[in-house]
């Protein structure tokens, strides 16, 4: 019944499936040696010259090493080439954090910036947070990765950006908003990393997973200012000049862990140490429950997040726009609690994602800086000032009366979580 | 979400404030007729048309008719309920006059006239599924003989994943609604959906990666099968399903529910999640979502209430097809191409080989796919010119299809296939693992061998 229109993996699956060695030796009509090195239903189900030694997380099929870094590396370069990433000559920053996304990001960057001849200039871009233990361990991985990767590197500090650590508005803030602070204050952190090398283009290494969870999580929230970018391969913060993109779009989580495992590269184990926000923790808990049921539902929910489009644009913009302008005089006000329209601050670090040509039609102002700091920001003060604000006015707190700053903290981050950026 | 009850302190009914209040829900108490009145004003605020309405004069003989897909789950006998008894009111009221005659479809593909279930005798009617999903209405419905070539359960038999199964049985639901609507003349059609079955068919279909039918599946509003307008309406749209449960139980309609309806506790302990399928598992994030997030399910129907097909995209996309292309299978439209999208992301190119090792192996795996998999190219090529269509891609599924089919092994699967416009059947196709292949098996379709 089979013919030759099925494809390669099908007919190596059946192959698989119906040879066994046995069937083979006793056909006289086989020529196939007796003293056989390997049996054909171990065979990679790609190339069936090699061993398979795994299977694919995406799609099951088994594979061998060879075939493994081929699928995953020109999966890469065809997002990256797809979606018109780079241009030659580009300056591009690659976020490390010594972690095991971005240490591949970095690897793989560098040789397909090699095979292909993007003509990038790339540079590892690290940040350190001040997180005792975590990130002297990791700091030191993308110390190594630099000498491995034959990269410049640049390392910029909370301490020095903002005058706070991570431990510092830890210790300030409580452990459970801390995400949220990580997420902001790393983004501008590598903006401005970024903008202080003269580089406008930052690559992560944020991957399909986190992007199938970006797009449950903009549904489940009913996020309408969100939805239709959930997938955006390319972002950037509302006013910033600076390009983000996500090579990783479309590859898997576990993907980049094998990866990593069979270059042996070089990484730094733990992420952040803070755990994810309540509710996207059960957005996380889902996709990891529906990806052993089906192992595309990574990709098949991106597909799906391509595909929404929001009717009444128009006249959601103008409300929108009307909203932002309310925001922007709340907080002059200093009055930022009961801020409508609540858009969370993502803790992944990523935030608003409106495409150059929107911007305006979503209604924030291009051009501003911060009052306080004079960053680019679509609000009088940008997001960083609000929350650093936050900490100086728990720190005041703090020094008064110890119980409060507890309650502060909750209370800082529900505004956070409302506030419009 | 709570609907806890307060007899003890009898609390009065904040409606009628006569009677003593049985429960609370939206944080007014209610008593029982209260509620019962609250729930069906629910659906006739969405069935408010004259349409809906006793006609007199000119229009008597108009009478509209309105089909009720009963799956005897709890929120469909409760919209069941809710209609027979606005039909018994408008008789009442209007001397035997009704506003239009229901039809009720049931899912196990039976047909039961609700007129006669109003003047007590029963007539049902079976329909027997086709392979080209045309229906036939069998009266006296005693026999279903063998001679139809497949069943339902044959068809999906050779599924291997539950989740394509349910997937599939979901398609053919659908177009048997929309079929029984055109054959029966129908031209609205209303569903019993609950606001929380609504939102787990959004998040189940984005799951799925049919994100671009969310809109059709969950909107009200005119629908075009075959050329055929029909109007869907979700009456209980706004309904909560722990107001379904109380509705049933102060109907005394539990007994009448579909066993297989699972409670959220069944549900919870019935399975594990590596059996469960994507609609169990997306049923149960809501389920057991914490009461802080009780207003995710109204988020999410009305997020995905807004969504609206992804048309504009088409012109970006280089497709020389003229027009839209549709499913074969779901008939849904297919907006990108699903096959390109992919094999742009999953890449499945050898690595080259390198050795005489390598070489060894590779031609032993020549040796024994040939046993296997016997050339046969020439036969299929023929395939192809027969079926006189001009078509670059053999068959043309969209994305969640694909990867449906995904999920059937081996022998592949026969699907019926309608011809857009004239609904006859043009060919059979085997549907392969990848699902994009056409197989051009004709050893089982000489039944019905195109036109
Ligand atoms: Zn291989
Ligand atoms: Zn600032
Ligand atoms: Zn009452
Ligand atoms: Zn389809």
Sequence with gaps: ?421 | MSSSTTKAGAVVCSRCKIEESLLVTRKEAFCSSCFTKFISNKQRKLMSSDKFKVKYGKQVNEIHKVLLCLSFGRSSLVLLDIIINLLKEQRSIHRGRQGFKLVVIDIEFKILNIDSFLSGSYDFERIKLFKDFNSMIIKDGSSLDEKFPQTVQELLSKCSSNSSVEDLLDIIYNELYFNTCKSEDCHTMIFGHSMTKLAVDILALTIKGRGSLVNQRVTDGIHTYQKYQVEVVHPLRDVLDSEIDKYLDLNNLMQFCDNNNDTNTTLAIKKLTKNMTIGEITRRYFDTLDKDYSETVSTVVKIGSKLIDPISEKNDEKDDNNGIQFCKICNCKIFKNPQAWLNRITVEEPFPITNDEERAAYEMYKEAALQISPDNLEEEEEEEEEEGVPQKEPISLCYGCLVTIGGVPKEGLDWPVRNQETQEILNEYILTDNGSDDDGNDDDNDDDGGN
């Design chain 1, 1 to 421: 019944m089979e013919t030759e229109s099925k494809s390669k993996r099908e007919v190596a699956r059946e192959v698989a499936r119906e040879v066994m060695p046995s069937k083979i030796l006793s056909d006289s009509n086989l020529k196939v040696p007796v003293k056989r090195p390997l049996k054909v239903k171990s065979l990679c189900e790609v190339c069936h010259a090699r061993k398979a030694v795994m299977r694919r997380p995406k799609n099951f099929s088994s594979l061998c090493k060879e075939c493994f870094y081929q699928a995953f590396e020109t999966e890469i370069h065809n997002t990256i080439v797809g979606n018109k990433l780079f241009y030659s000559g580009e300056s591009v920053a690659i976020g490390a954090s010594g972690g095991k996304d971005s240490t591949v990001l970095a690897y793989i960057m560098k040789i397909l910036n090699e095979r292909y001849n993007y003509g990038l200039n790339l540079v590892l871009l690290s940040i350190d947070e001040g997180i005792k233990g975590y990130r002297d361990d990791s700091l030191a991985t993308v110390k190594r990765n630099q000498q491995q990767y034959e990269m410049p590197l640049e390392i910029v500090s909370y301490k020095d950006l903002y005058s706070w650590s991570m431990d510092e508005i830890v210790a300030s803030s409580g452990i459970r908003s801390s995400c949220t602070y990580c997420g902001v204050l790393r983004r501008q952190a590598l903006d401005r990393g970024a903008a202080k090398l003269g580089i406008n283009h930052v690559v992560t290494g944020h991957n399909a997973d986190d992007v199938a969870e970006t797009v449950l999580m903009n549904l489940l929230r009913g996020d309408t200012a969100r939805l239709e970018n959930s997938t955006a391969i390319m972002t950037s913060s509302s006013g910033s000049p600076i390009k983000r993109s996500k090579p990783f779009k479309y590859t898997y989580q576990k993907e980049i862990v094998l990866y990593a495992h069979y270059k042996k590269l070089d990484y730094f184990s733990t992420e952040c140490t803070y755990a994810p926000e309540a509710f996207r923790g059960t957005a996380r808990q889902l996709l990891k429950n529906l990806e052993a049921v089906r192992p595309s539902c990574i990709i098949d929910i991106i597909h799906s997040g391509e595909n929404f489009k929001l009717k009444e644009k128009r006249k959601r913009e103008t409300l929108q726009y009307k909203k932002n302008c309310r925001n922007v005089q709340q907080i002059k006000e200093g009055n930022n609690k009961n801020i409508d329209n609540p858009i969370e601050v993502r803790s992944d670090g990523s935030v608003s994602i409106f495409k150059g040509e929107k911007k305006s039609a979503n209604g924030f102002v291009d051009g501003n800086r911060c009052e306080k700091c004079g960053y680019l920001s679509s609000n009088k003060i940008c997001k960083a000032c609000i929350l650093l604000q936050g900490l100086e006015h728990n720190r005041a707190k703090v020094l008064i009366d110890t119980d409060t700053s507890v309650d502060g903290a909750a209370v800082l981050t529900k505004t956070l979580e409302k506030l419009t950026f």
